[in-house]
């Protein structure tokens, strides 16, 4: 499993059916969430977070641990808008937030649910996207960490300077790592001919998507290079973070985030003769990694969702739009939205399991080409390039 900083869940909430109780041992916190963490007391009155105990400035402890009596317990504890606050025996009180007791709960340890790794970014990013020059990617493995590390701390990164023919930009992509074959073959040059039977293969305008949302795993990284467009306008790309748009859905409106986290959708490409693609199984919009929690991977692309005719429960069907709707208005408002007209030479990569992209129609005769590369191999390349081998292989 990848190297995963925990960071703090958003709003964590109290159980509004149960209290905080508490033994001759520890404190129980049941959450909203259904779970409950229990803190003994020996270590939360170890924790206390006033200034008395906890220099404000430094951040350093300056309780003495070993003054605390092992059968210490609270007086009271009580429960407030905003966090915890216990009233010792001997007097001393101490308060901790929600958000800290959240994040900190050891006894279960609760869900993270994104690695502050991560550069979220909205439209604003136009004033200073991620970007890498193509000499640098090609001649040394220096610009590769430097490329793959962007890409995975952004979700995207241009790349200046790339020569304006496929045989270069196949070059760059091999960089990273082999190309990921797919129905739409290795490297492509496409057009809108419906060459093949997709919608981009047409002058469409294309919503904010993520890629091959039909296959069990969707391809890891897509890269773009604009060959030519000429006698029309249009086509601008449109980027959009989707983790971000996944945390402000998360704050906003933590039941349709639920949903969107929970129900599994269908999803198919079927339009080429002899073909049709579908996962093994249904996957959520959003999914979060079966060991630490977190958001890792984004679904979307409503144009490819087959027909949903599962439900454990038929009133869930009008909650499932509420929450598509509600996730859609998050990832077309202004601020989420990031538009860049590519042109030939500025080749465009990013991660298919954060990023969502998108294009505006166009007319006139356009040609880009690129290709995919599985999330194995990017990620193995981000690391390898990025640490020391064996820092790699020691957290093995
Ligand atoms: C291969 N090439 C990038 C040209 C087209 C891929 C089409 C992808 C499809 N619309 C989807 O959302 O999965
Ligand atoms: O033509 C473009 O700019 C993007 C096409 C697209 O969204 C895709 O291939 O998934």
Redesign the pocket.
């Known amino acids: 499993m990848y190297m995963y900083v925990d960071v703090l869940d958003a709003r964590p909430k109290l159980s509004e059916h149960h209290k905080i109780l508490f033994d001759d041992k520890k404190i129980s916190i049941p959450w909203e969430e259904g779970k409950t963490s229990h803190f003994q007391h020996l270590w939360i009155r170890d924790h206390c977070q006033c200034p008395e105990c906890f220099h404000p400035d430094t951040k350093q402890r300056l309780l003495n641990t070993f003054s605390i009596p092992n059968h210490v317990r609270p007086e009271s504890v009580e429960a407030t808008e905003t966090g915890m606050q216990i009233s010792w025996k001997n007097g001393h009180k101490s308060f901790f937030t929600w958000e800290w007791l959240h994040l900190h709960s050891y006894n279960p340890r609760l869900e993270r649910y994104l690695s502050p790794q991560f550069k979220l970014w909205g439209s604003e990013i136009t004033e200073c996207p991620p970007e890498v020059e193509y000499e640098s990617v090609m001649e040394t493995e220096k610009g590769v960490a430097e490329w793959t590390r962007k890409i995975y701390i952004y979700g995207f990164c241009y790349i200046n300077g790339v020569p304006v023919n496929p045989d270069a930009t196949k070059a760059l992509i091999e960089r990273i790592a082999h190309i990921q074959h797919?129905h739409?073959?290795g490297f492509?040059s496409?057009t809108s001919d419906l060459a093949?039977k997709?919608?981009?293969?047409t002058s469409l305008p294309?919503s904010a998507?993520?890629?091959?949302?039909?296959?069990s795993s969707?391809?890891g990284l897509?890269l773009?290079h604009l060959l030519s467009h000429t006698g029309g306008t249009g086509g601008q790309t449109l980027l959009v973070d989707g983790f971000r748009a996944a945390k402000l859905l998360r704050d906003e409106d933590p039941t349709s985030y639920r949903i969107l986290s929970n129900t599994r959708i269908p999803a198919h490409?079927s339009g080429n003769n002899g073909i049709s693609i579908q996962p093994y199984a249904p996957f959520p919009v959003l999914n979060h990694h079966p060991v630490n929690g977190e958001l890792f991977q984004v679904r979307w692309?409503n144009?490819?969702r087959a027909t949903m005719d599962r439900w454990n429960d038929p009133d869930e069907v009008e909650a499932f739009y509420d929450a598509i709707r509600s996730w859609n208005e998050v990832l077309k408002r202004r601020e989420s939205e990031y538009w860049e007209q590519l042109v030939p030479g500025k080749a465009l990569i990013f991660d298919n399991w954060r990023v969502l992209h998108g294009r505006a129609a166009f007319d006139g005769s356009r040609t880009?080409c690129?290709?995919?590369v599985s999330r194995d191999d990017f990620m193995s390349r981000f690391m390898m390039t990025n640490s020391k081998r064996e820092d790699v292989l020691r957290a093995l």
């Open positions: 797919t739409y073959g492509w496409f093949s997709d919608t981009a293969y294309l998507h993520t890629d091959t949302t039909y296959f969707p391809a897509q773009f490409s692309n144009d490819d880009m690129g290709a995919y």
